[in-house]
Structures are given as C-alpha cells and as structure tokens.
C-alpha cells in the first residue's frame, strides 16, 4: 500500500553524506540526497536548514512526501554521521539518526521515538534512475513504534524493530533478516469481526507478539525465499511460515505502474505452515466445552466424528482428505504441534492459486499437494 512504500522510501533515501578528510560540505550533503529521493520519481524531500561538524552533517525539520497520494514522513533532524565520497559518485555514511520522525497516509500515522541506519549508500541520481545493484543501508532500527488512525482508536504499538540486508553480490542471493518484538494488537481493532469475536470468547484481552523473518532476494533468477517468518503470541502459539516464490521483480511489485505485471508473473514453488501450539487449542476446547455442557473430550469427539468430515467433503482429493483427518485427530488429542506442507510437481502461477481458493477451494490439494503432520 501507499503508505508502506513511502515508509520504505523514507529508509532507503533518509541518509546521506559527502566529503573528504577535511570535511564534507553541508549544502552538498543535503543537495545530493535531495536529488537521490528525487531520483525515483516517487517522492521529494525538503529541509528547513542544514549544519556541518567535522563528519557529521545535520537536516533539520526534515519532510519526505510521495509524488502521487500526499504521504509524508517527517522527522525534526536527520544527522548523517561518518560521511565520505563514494565512487563512482555519491556519498557514503557510517550512521543516520532519525529520532522522533513520523509518517502518515490516508488517514494513519506511525510514530517512533528513536530511528538510526547503518552502512548507508546514496548512490548518483543515474544509477537510481538506471536501477543500479546497491545495497542503500546494512541496518536499520527503531524503538517505541505506534500506529494509530481513524479505525484505530487504541494504538498498535511494537517496543522494536530491527532489520539487516545481506550484501549485494552478483550471482547470488541477498539476505534479509528482520526481527519485531513487543507487538501489542489491542482487541479493539478486531471488533464487530468474526475473529474478534472468537477471541473474546477465548479470553483474550490483547495479543502481544514476536515476529521474525529469515529471508533472501536473488535479483538475477527473480526469485525470493522466506526461510522462516516467525509469529510468536504470548499464551496462543509460534506460527511458522517458510516458501518460495519466483518468476517476479520486487522492485517491479513496489513499482505503482508494474505490479499488476509483477503479480501476474509470480509463481509459488513451495510453502509451508507450521502451528505450535502454546494454550490457544485447549482455550478453544475448552470454550466449546463450556457452550455446549460437555467435556473436551465431548467437543474432540464431535469434530473428528461431525465437523471435520463435514468440511472436508467438499474437498476432491480423498487421500488428503483422509490425511489430514488422521492428522488433526492426533493433534486434538495431544495439541503440540501441527505442520502443513505444500510441494508441487513444478511452480504454480500465484494468480491460480488465488482463484482456486477463492472461486474452487476444494481443488487446492490437486493444485498445491499439500501433506499433514502433527506433533512432528
């Protein structure tokens, strides 16, 4: 969305630097970065004022506003530390603070009270313009993150954020390693729905969540692997998450003009879905236990024996059918963990997927030839 890649924009383009060993020039500082946003033909920056020291370069009430809806991110300084000249042109720096700062589109504003890069590049205005192979920051981190809106009255709020990018290496893969702790998702931003709803009979008063995400981006063979995308919830259970995707550009999905094409062309390779359970099964029994005047074992006997099969007869493939019954019927006995793995014979289009779930769901397991394991 908008929003998102403005965000991104914001830590990809806040930063900059120039200079030799007696002192970057403040004005060109700001001037190359001021060119490097402009450069990509979705957003402008602008500053109220800019100040030198030794290597240090400082922009004050700094605004970076997209070019097509109005988004802006703004932070009352940006300070550039450990500028250099970069070749073939440009400006390197060694760190970026962007305390304070702010970003809002269509209604929600994000919120953090202290931000810093590391290992920043600004590259030329050509190499942008000419989609140039540069790693823009080796590091980011953020801390005391809220977001809020008009639909969202309590904030979501996260303690941290962290993110690492691998180098840009040809003939292979760059790294991306992120890690999000302390997400607190109040229960009023799932109100009036139906999973709001479940979670309120389940006892839940707020989520508050780890996330960690393991992946890698080969720009040459288009491909993207999700080695683990982890989600940690206090008193319901780690979900993990790991695939492959190919066949696409994400510079071409965060591109307004190319995504329809980026997203026609994607491809699923693999994927699959583990849940380990941390208290969220036995809520859940336990909840349809108390509804119906029974026991757990009353509420597992009637989805193994009614519920289950019910739904499943609308799937075509018995094998999984009958796989995946075995399997849950394990799992409710002995919640530890269920894992769903989905393996085709060759990758499938994303487009294809997308409509046999909405329109034909009962043939994804002809599709996908998903397997089901509990307490693997």
Not at 108 to 118: R, V
Not at 181 to 190: D, F, I, S
């Amino acid at each position: 969305m908008t929003f998102v890649r403005s965000a991104a924009l914001g830590l990809l383009f806040l930063a900059a630097a120039p200079a030799a060993e007696a002192g970057p020039a403040p004005q060109a500082v700001a001037d190359m970065l001021a060119a490097a946003v402009a450069a990509t033909g979705q957003a402008t920056l602008t500053y109220a004022g800019v100040t030198g020291s030794g290597d240090t370069v400082t922009l004050s009430a700094v605004k970076l506003a997209s070019t097509d809806g109005g988004d802006v991110v703004s932070v009352p300084s940006l300070v550039v530390s450990g500028v250099a000249d970069r070749q073939p042109g440009g400006f390197t720096a060694s760190g970026i603070a962007f305390d304070g700062g702010s970003a809002t589109a269509r209604g929600e504003t994000a919120k953090w009270t202290t931000g810093s890069l590391a290992g920043v590049v600004i590259p030329t205005p050509d190499e942008i313009k000419g989609h140039g192979k540069f790693r823009p920051f080796k590091a980011v981190a953020m801390s005391a993150l809220a977001l809020s809106g008009t639909d969202i009255a309590t904030p979501v709020v996260a303690a941290s954020f962290a993110a690492n990018i691998g180098d840009v290496v040809d003939g292979a893969p760059s790294t991306i390693l992120v890690h999000v702790t302390g997400v607190k998702v109040p229960m009023e931003l799932a109100a009036n729905t139906l999973a709001g709803t479940l979670v309120g009979l389940l006892d839940y008063k707020t989520l508050l969540a780890d996330v960690t995400m393991d992946s890698a981006y080969d720009t040459a063979a288009h491909t993207a692997a999700i080695n683990a995308l982890t989600i940690d919830i206090a008193d319901v259970g780690k979900i993990t998450i790991a695939g492959k995707a190919s066949g696409f550009s994400v510079r071409a999905l965060a591109d307004s003009q190319h995504s329809a094409d980026a997203r026609a062309a994607a491809q699923l390779d693999a994927l699959s879905v583990r849940l380990d359970n941390a208290g969220f099964v036995e809520r859940l029994l336990d909840m349809q236990a108390k509804m119906l005047g029974g026991t757990r074992d009353d509420v597992r006997a009637q989805l193994v024996d009614g519920a289950l099969p019910f739904a499943l007869s609308f799937v075509d493939n018995a094998a999984f059918r009958d796989q995946f019954l075995a399997a849950v019927t394990v799992f409710l006995k002995d919640p530890h963990s269920l894992t769903i793995t989905f393996a085709p014979a060759k990758p499938v289009p994303l487009g294809q997927v997308m409509r046999a779930a909405a329109h034909r769901p009962g043939t994804l397991p002809d599709l996908l030839t998903p397997t089901v394991e509990a307490n693997n």
